[in-house]
């Protein structure tokens, strides 16, 4: 295991779901140190340092949402939740307590994975910055903001999400699941789609025929940038 492989921190008072993730997360290339409870964590969080935190939200004693409010105190250590209660309430108060991402037990192991790579990319990467340019739009990553010439245009939050996400690897295209595992608040990879089509209206002369926003068959979409 190559000491540079992303260290994360598996916290889960189950026993054979802790040793299933460890063994399968490590299979995919993650260095995994797990915790059985919130003040285990906490001791290996003295000790080590980690790149990520899976972590259940129903433990006895200290639960996941608190572990995850203290943690937001004194470090930016992205957390992703685990949980089997899939309300939307749930999933606010999870997101509000500080968590980076929140999935709803039971769950795929490949979509654990994807979800994980969208929190390290988001948090490993340098923050955008500069513009991107195409056709006549030129888009700011920092500011998520798309001009036409000199002109305004206005998008919507997942639109202005989605177009940053693709905006920082142009030419390199960017499957469904990744679109929306770092865009969990457009949904899933249907409503990727609708997405992709209301932003084709905005910057493509003609939509059914797009330049710039691209799809690749079999794999999702790139933007094609000058």
Same mark, same amino acid.
């Given at each position: ?59 006895? =004693? /200290?639960?996941?949402?608190? #572990?995850? !409010? ?8 992205? $957390?992703? %939740?685990?949980? &089997? ?49 195409? =056709? /006549?739009?030129?888009?700011? #990553?920092? !500011? ?8 305004? $245009?206005? %998008?919507?939050? &997942? ?57 690749? !068959? ?9």
């Amino acid at each position: 295991m190559s000491l540079d492989a992303p260290h994360i921190l598996v916290v889960d008072d189950d026993t054979r779901l802790r040793e299933l993730l460890h063994k399968y997360l490590t299979e995919q290339g993650f260095r995994i140190t797990a915790a059985k409870d919130a003040a285990d964590a906490r001791a290996k969080l003295v000790s080590f340092d980690f790149d990520l935190i899976v972590l259940d939200i129903m433990m006895p =004693g /200290e639960s996941g949402l608190e #572990l995850t !409010r203290g943690l937001r105190e004194a470090s930016q250590v992205p $957390v992703l %939740l685990l949980t &089997a209660m899939g309300e939307i309430e749930d999933r606010i108060a999870g997101l509000e307590s500080g968590a980076d991402d929140y999935l709803t037990k039971p769950f795929e192991p490949r979509e654990l994975v994807l979800r994980i790579n969208a929190i390290l990319r988001r948090t490993q990467a340098p923050a955008p910055d500069g513009q991107i340019c195409f =056709g /006549e739009y030129s888009f700011d #990553l920092a !500011r998520e903001e798309l001009h036409r010439g000199k002109e305004f $245009v206005r %998008l919507t939050a &997942a639109e202005a999400s989605l177009l940053t996400t693709l905006a920082r690897q142009p030419g390199v295209p960017v499957s469904r699941e990744t679109l929306s595992a770092e865009n969990p608040s457009i949904g899933n990879t249907r409503a990727i789609d609708v997405q992709v089509t209301r932003l084709r209206r905005k910057i493509e002369e003609n939509p059914r025929f797009p330049r710039h926003l691209q799809a690749v !068959r079999g794999v999702g979409y790139v933007l094609i940038a000058d």
